[in-house]
Antibody, heavy 117, light 110 residues
Framework: QVQLQESGPGLVKPPETLSLTCAVS?????????WGWIRKPPGKGLEWIGS???????YYNPSLKSRATISVDTSKNQFSLKLSSVTAADTAVYYC??????????WGQGTLVTVSS | QSALTQPRSVSGSPGQSVAISCTGT?????????VSWYQQHPGKAPKLMIY???KRPSGVPDRFFGSKSGNTASLTISGLQAEDEADYYC??????????FGGGTKLTVL
């Protein structure tokens, strides 16, 4: 059974950098699929942030590309998100997920990150 | 990259059918058969209900049906049950390794 678990600080001060890690078990991320970050701000819908691939390639939402960095560590079977220069608008529940072109089939439970001084 | 357009809310009585639309463009929904639908209950992670426009993962009841026409995809839920009350999101591949979600639809079972 594939499982994903997000971890990282729940409070980040503006304009610092938000850092999250997603640990994957039950599947080797080097085998394939995309490994993505998705967030849900309070009262708003889901937003795809970006994804990494076991090959090392990374892909980003154009609206966040300048601030987001995703890295994939196949040796630890985990992937990470860094989002720089955060503001209150980046407050959200952040999810990691495994996905293909047409599906996100496994999700982490989500972690709330609040941006506040 | 604008969010796919979904109605903010839909409602139906138990046993009835409801449809949720998801409108994109010829660059995303209309271009690829890579539309998926997710059910999200409060405080829970999204759950995959439909993928590749029409396919149901194992364990999802056949009351959930996905379709697409042109730039609009739809999720139809028949035989509404109380546990179907949730937020529903569509997602589409938008080319060049980017994905886009809809704004979400709140389904109320009356």
């Amino acid at each position: 059974q594939v499982q994903l678990q997000e971890s990282g600080p729940g409070l980040v001060k503006p304009p610092e950098t938000l850092s999250l890690t997603c640990a994957v078990s039950g599947y080797s991320i080097s085998r394939g699929y995309y490994w993505g970050w998705i967030r849900k701000p309070p009262g708003k819908g889901l937003e795809w942030i970006g994804s990494g691939h076991g090959s090392g390639s990374t892909y980003y939402n154009p609206s966040l590309k300048s601030r987001a960095t995703i890295s994939v560590d196949t040796s630890k079977n985990q992937f990470s998100l860094k989002l720089s220069s955060v503001t209150a608008a980046d407050t959200a529940v952040y999810y990691c997920a495994r996905h293909g072109e047409g599906t996100c089939d496994y999700w982490g439970q989500g972690t709330l990150v609040t941006v506040s001084s | 990259q604008s969010a796919l357009t979904q109605p903010r809310s839909v409602s139906g009585s138990p046993g009835q059918s409801v449809a949720i639309s998801c409108t994109g463009t010829s660059s995303d929904v209309g271009a690829y058969n890579y539309v998926s639908w997710y059910q999200q209950h409060p405080g829970k992670a999204p759950k995959l209900m439909i993928y590749d426009v029409t396919k149901r993962p194992s364990g999802v009841p056949d009351r959930f049906f996905g379709s697409k026409s042109g730039n609009t995809a739809s999720l139809t839920i028949s035989g509404l049950q109380a546990e179907d009350e949730a937020d529903y999101y569509c997602c589409s591949y938008a080319g060049t390794y980017t994905w886009i979600f809809g704004g979400g639809t709140k389904l109320t079972v009356l």
